[in-house]
Antibody, heavy 120, light 111 residues
């Protein structure tokens, strides 16, 4: 069974940093592109960042470029999101989501999400 | 990159069919046959319902179908059931420099 479990969310002050993790199991993690998608309270979904299976290709939404860094450790079956210079508008539930070559450009499995709150 | 445009709400009675539109541009929906649709119940993670515009993942009911014409994609739910009441989001791949763009979301209410 595919499982994605996020952790690391919490309350942080504006300008602060936080590192999110996503632990994957039930599939060959090193073969899949991974993504972070966020959802502000009561709002819609927003794609944040993507990383290819071997970390060769990394992309970011303009809203987080230069502040967030996506990475992965295939040996540990883990995905990460380092978030720096956090702003109030970064407050959201952050989901990790998988993209499969068999289901191209679509997020076929999602974690349960971790809440990040940026507030003084 | 602006969000794709969806109606804020759509409603229907049990057994009826409803269609949710998703309007983008020639840079996203119109350029790629890579539109996906997600169902999200309150407090839950999104669930993939349609990918590549019209394909259903294993386990998704055939009451859900997708299509695309020009810059607009559509999701149709036939034989509406109470369990279909949820928020629905479209999403389009928009190229490597832009990534993915989600729709504004549509709340489906079963009357």
């Amino acid at each position: 069974e595919v499982q994605l479990v996020e952790s690391g969310g919490g309350l942080v002050k504006p300008g602060g940093s936080l590192r999110l993790s996503c632990a994957a199991s039930g599939f060959t993690f090193s073969s899949y592109s991974m993504n972070w998608v966020r959802q502000a309270p009561g709002k819609g979904l927003e794609w944040v960042s993507s990383i290819s299976s071997s970390s060769s290709y990394i992309y970011y939404a303009d809203s987080v470029k230069g502040r967030f860094t996506i990475s992965r450790d295939n040996a540990k079956n883990s995905l990460y999101l380092q978030m720096n210079s956090l702003r109030a508008e970064d407050t959201a539930v952050y989901y990790c989501a998988r993209v499969s070559e068999l289901v191209p450009a679509a997020f076929d499995y999602w974690g349960q999400g971790t809440l990040v709150t940026v507030s003084s | 990159q602006s969000a794709l445009t969806q109606p804020a709400s759509v409603s229907g009675s049990p057994g009826q069919s409803i269609t949710i539109s998703c309007t983008g541009t020639s840079s996203d929906v119109g350029s790629y046959n890579l539109v996906s649709w997600y169902q999200q119940h309150p407090g839950k993670a999104p669930k993939l319902m349609i990918y590549e515009g019209s394909k259903r993942p294993s386990g998704v009911s055939n009451r859900f179908s997708g299509s695309k014409s020009g810059n607009t994609a559509s999701l149709t739910i036939s034989g509406l059931q109470a369990e279909d009441e949820a928020d629905y989001y479209c999403c389009s791949y928009a190229g490597s420099s832009t990534g993915y763009v989600f729709g504004t979301g549509t709340k489906v209410t079963v009357l």
